[in-house]
């Protein structure tokens, strides 16, 4: 049953504090998004690569995240210092560029405090 | 830029009443329309699509129809259940890469 795998799925960090939270999108699929979700904001937009380029990420504080994909199985985002305002559920999703439907990952609730 | 609206909820139905979510889209082109369905604790789950006007998605009992003319993609189902508790998401794909935008989603509880 292929599925987007993310980890962790909670965590807990202090203030400063660099986090990291990887994805592992489905095998095949070429196209990764990073949304983050909150009750004030609903579902943003972070980061978005096709075939490990990034191609959007107008969403995402610069000065403190980074997204990546190191290779075709993995794709990361970072948040260097954490800051309380982050806390909130990252969630990955994958897809195909013939097929424009995505598919989520679980999501890592993130708490900074 | 492309955006989607939907209603505001929460929305509390009975159960075995009628559904309807209403979204409306601002894009440029000829967007896919999606709606998305998130379970308690859990990811988004595509719960259907439609790629073009008067196409009709459906799924699970759940329908909806790409309307051009109004720029409407409205969610409806004839006789919703307890289980049908959840938040639903309308969604497009905007611009040349297929960018896929959401709208703040509505909360859904049905009660036996």
């Known amino acids: 049953d292929a599925r987007v795998t993310q980890t962790p799925r909670d965590k807990v960090t202090e203030m400063g504090q660099e986090v990291t939270m990887r994805c592992q999108p489905i095998?095949?699929?070429?196209?990764v998004f990073w949304y983050r979700q909150t009750m004030k904001q609903g579902l943003e937009l972070l980061a978005y690569f096709r075939n490990r380029a990034p191609l959007d990420d107008s969403g995402m504080p610069k000065d403190r995240f980074s997204a990546e994909m190191p290779d075709a199985t993995l794709a990361t985002l970072k948040i260097q210092p954490s800051e309380p305002r982050d806390s909130a559920v990252y969630f990955c999703?994958?897809?195909?560029?013939?097929?424009?439907?995505?598919?989520f990952g679980q999501g890592t609730r993130l708490t900074v405090v | 830029g492309d955006s989607v609206t939907q209603m505001e909820g929460p929305v509390t139905l009975s159960e075995e009443a009628f559904l309807t979510i209403n979204c409306t889209y601002t894009?440029?082109?000829?967007?896919?329309l999606f709606w998305y369905v998130q379970y308690p604790g859990e990811g988004l789950q595509l719960l259907l699509k439609a790629t073009k006007a008067d196409d009709k998605g459906s799924n699970k009992g759940f329908e909806a129809t790409y309307r051009k003319e109004t720029t409407s993609f409205h969610l409806e189902k004839g006789s919703v259940q307890v289980s049908d508790s959840a938040v639903y998401f309308c969604?497009?794909?905007?611009?040349?890469?297929?960018?896929?935008?959401f709208g703040a989603g509505t909360r859904l509880a049905v009660h036996p």
């Open positions: 999703a994958s897809g195909l560029q013939l097929n424009t439907e995505a598919f």
């Open positions: 969604a497009l794909t905007s611009g040349g890469y297929n960018k896929l935008i």
């Open positions: 894009a440029t082109g000829y967007p896919s």
């Open positions: 095998l095949g699929h070429n196209t």
